[in-house]
Protein backbone atom coordinates (compact mmCIF):
# COMPACT_ATOMS: atom_id res chain seq x y z
CA UNK A 1 0.00 0.00 0.00
CA UNK A 2 1.15 3.68 -0.61
CA UNK A 3 1.83 5.92 1.89
CA UNK A 4 0.14 9.59 1.55
CA UNK A 5 3.58 10.91 0.87
CA UNK A 6 4.28 8.15 -1.96
CA UNK A 7 0.89 8.81 -3.24
CA UNK A 8 1.00 12.67 -3.59
CA UNK A 9 4.33 12.26 -5.39
CA UNK A 10 3.09 10.14 -7.97
CA UNK A 11 -0.30 12.22 -7.93
CA UNK A 12 2.16 15.41 -8.70
CA UNK A 13 4.21 13.71 -11.47
CA UNK A 14 0.91 12.57 -13.20
CA UNK A 15 -0.47 15.95 -12.86
CA UNK A 16 2.49 17.32 -14.86
CA UNK A 17 2.33 14.46 -17.83
CA UNK A 18 -1.56 15.18 -18.04
CA UNK A 19 -2.57 18.64 -17.34
CA UNK A 20 -5.04 18.58 -19.11
CA UNK A 21 -6.48 16.26 -17.21
CA UNK A 22 -8.84 18.35 -14.56
CA UNK A 23 -10.01 14.82 -12.73
CA UNK A 24 -6.24 14.24 -11.70
CA UNK A 25 -5.26 17.45 -10.57
CA UNK A 26 -8.48 18.15 -8.49
CA UNK A 27 -7.89 14.52 -6.84
CA UNK A 28 -4.38 15.47 -6.60
CA UNK A 29 -5.79 19.20 -4.81
CA UNK A 30 -8.04 17.64 -2.31
CA UNK A 31 -5.48 14.71 -1.54
CA UNK A 32 -3.31 17.69 -0.10
CA UNK A 33 -6.26 19.29 1.31
CA UNK A 34 -7.20 16.08 3.39
CA UNK A 35 -3.96 15.59 4.28
CA UNK A 36 -3.41 19.02 5.84
CA UNK A 37 -6.84 19.09 7.70
CA UNK A 38 -5.81 15.88 9.26
CA UNK A 39 -2.63 17.43 10.13
CA UNK A 40 -4.44 20.23 11.44
CA UNK A 41 -6.87 18.44 13.69
CA UNK A 42 -3.79 16.24 14.92
CA UNK A 43 -2.25 19.35 15.88
CA UNK A 44 -4.82 20.91 18.02
CA UNK A 45 -5.51 17.91 19.54
CA UNK A 46 -2.15 17.17 21.15
CA UNK A 47 -1.41 20.75 21.71
CA UNK A 48 -4.40 23.00 21.58
CA UNK A 49 -2.97 25.79 23.40
CA UNK A 50 0.16 26.36 20.92
CA UNK A 51 1.50 29.42 19.33
CA UNK A 52 0.42 27.04 16.40
CA UNK A 53 -2.94 25.49 17.21
CA UNK A 54 -4.47 29.31 17.57
CA UNK A 55 -2.71 30.19 14.10
CA UNK A 56 -4.21 27.25 12.33
CA UNK A 57 -7.76 27.35 13.92
CA UNK A 58 -7.24 30.98 12.94
CA UNK A 59 -6.80 30.09 9.35
CA UNK A 60 -9.67 27.74 9.17
CA UNK A 61 -11.85 30.95 10.17
CA UNK A 62 -10.32 32.76 8.03
CA UNK A 63 -10.97 30.94 5.06
CA UNK A 64 -14.28 30.69 6.43
CA UNK A 65 -14.83 34.53 6.14
CA UNK A 66 -15.01 34.81 9.80
CA UNK A 67 -12.27 37.23 10.02
CA UNK A 68 -12.89 39.02 13.49
CA UNK A 69 -12.53 35.62 14.96
CA UNK A 70 -9.49 34.64 13.26
CA UNK A 71 -7.71 37.99 14.26
CA UNK A 72 -8.36 36.60 18.06
CA UNK A 73 -7.17 33.61 17.55
CA UNK A 74 -3.65 35.42 15.55
CA UNK A 75 -3.01 37.45 18.65
CA UNK A 76 -3.19 34.57 20.92
CA UNK A 77 -0.94 32.99 18.60
CA UNK A 78 1.43 36.17 18.53
CA UNK A 79 1.37 36.52 22.46
CA UNK A 80 2.40 32.66 22.45
CA UNK A 81 5.34 33.37 19.93
CA UNK A 82 5.90 37.00 19.04
CA UNK A 83 8.59 36.02 15.91
CA UNK A 84 6.47 33.88 14.22
CA UNK A 85 6.68 34.29 10.47
CA UNK A 86 3.60 35.61 8.83
CA UNK A 87 1.56 36.17 11.62
CA UNK A 88 1.51 39.87 11.61
CA UNK A 89 0.60 39.52 7.52
CA UNK A 90 -2.07 37.36 8.41
CA UNK A 91 -3.83 39.90 11.41
CA UNK A 92 -3.44 42.17 7.95
CA UNK A 93 -4.67 40.43 5.69
CA UNK A 94 -7.66 39.83 7.84
CA UNK A 95 -8.14 43.75 8.67
CA UNK A 96 -8.07 44.64 5.37
CA UNK A 97 -10.62 42.23 4.34
CA UNK A 98 -12.97 44.02 6.78
Given at each position: ???????????????????????????????????????????????????????????????????????????????LKPDMDGI???????????
Amino acid sequence: MLSLLEGSLRGEELSRRQRENLEVLRILAQSYSDYAVALHNQLATEHPDSAWAFRVHGRALEHEGFCEAAVIEYRKALALKPDMDGIQEAIARCKKAN
